[in-house]
């Protein structure tokens, strides 16, 4: 059962694993299928063990983490979740797969060699700073850095999808020329258009977009199909239309990394989060550019 787990470092040192992982295989999740804690993984349930509470009225400060040994395990984990939240929700959607390397060297049959690049992000801070932050606000922090270290690696995705592409070109911009860029897909569908804010804004004032609003998600949806994601990381003048599907994959050689030791220690005169990893254009047909030469 989960209130029998004995919670120590030893459990980060699992090759491959990140902590909930271990603890699944621990305490399996489908052990509470039907019951009132079904919906929690394990790492949820060692949350639950020891009452701290991450959201709502009632949530925790961060010092609740440091109540015992135990408690602080969980600690950095905590961290790695929101980080890694942050970051997925910036990156992933212009990348069509995730693909796990085991070195820093990545090559398929008949393509060149990927090197991949360590990226990372320092944030000061220190114990007593955060001990008492609640921990939903510490969450959005977290986050925080997550989209931050998402930009980093953004501009790299983007310089290889813009390499070799094929390209239109406008003087100025309107609605006609994201049309036209639009049906330079013959057989992909352009899901993405990927460019920076400025621009971006000028998408979203056009007299052709007066009546689109952002959907459920808060995806900002052209006519066409296609999402609006803006990237401040970007060549100005620069418009890139993808089939996310089919365009580009991303590569890691590890998951986001964090300091766990200092983390459980205390040691927080900064967090630190990192990432190995690189892009490969998957389809170079799911792939179009838009240069607009008055930007």
Known sequence: MYNEIKLEKTLYKVSGKSLTEVLEELDPSSAYCGTPIGELDAYERQLKRFNIKISGSECDCVEKFFSSFETAILFPEFVLRYIKKGFEETLLPICAVKTISNSNLYSEENTTAITLNEYGRIIGTSYEELR??????????????????????????????????????????????????????????????????????????????????????????LPFGSELIKAPVFDKGKIIGIDRNFAL??????????????????????????????????????VKVLMVTSE
């Open 132 to 221: 008492w932050q609640k921990l939903n606000v510490f969450s959005i922090m977290l986050k925080s850095i997550g989209v931050e270290l998402a930009n980093l690696v953004t501009k790299r995705a983007i310089k290889i999808l813009a390499e070799n592409a094929d390209s239109i070109t406008t003087s100025y911009l309107d609605y006609n020329d994201l049309a036209a860029l639009y049906g330079q897909f013959d057989y992909y569908n352009m899901t993405t258009i990927i460019t920076y804010p400025e621009l971006a804004s000028k998408i979203a004032a056009m007299d052709q977009l007066s009546s689109t609003s952002a959907n459920a998600d808060g995806k900002f949806i």
């Open 249 to 286: 994959e991303f590569i890691t050689s590890t998951d986001i990394v964090v300091d766990t030791d200092k983390l459980i220690n205390r040691q927080l005169d900064q967090i630190t989060a990192s990432i190995t990893c690189g892009f490969r254009k998957i389809t170079p047909d799911a």
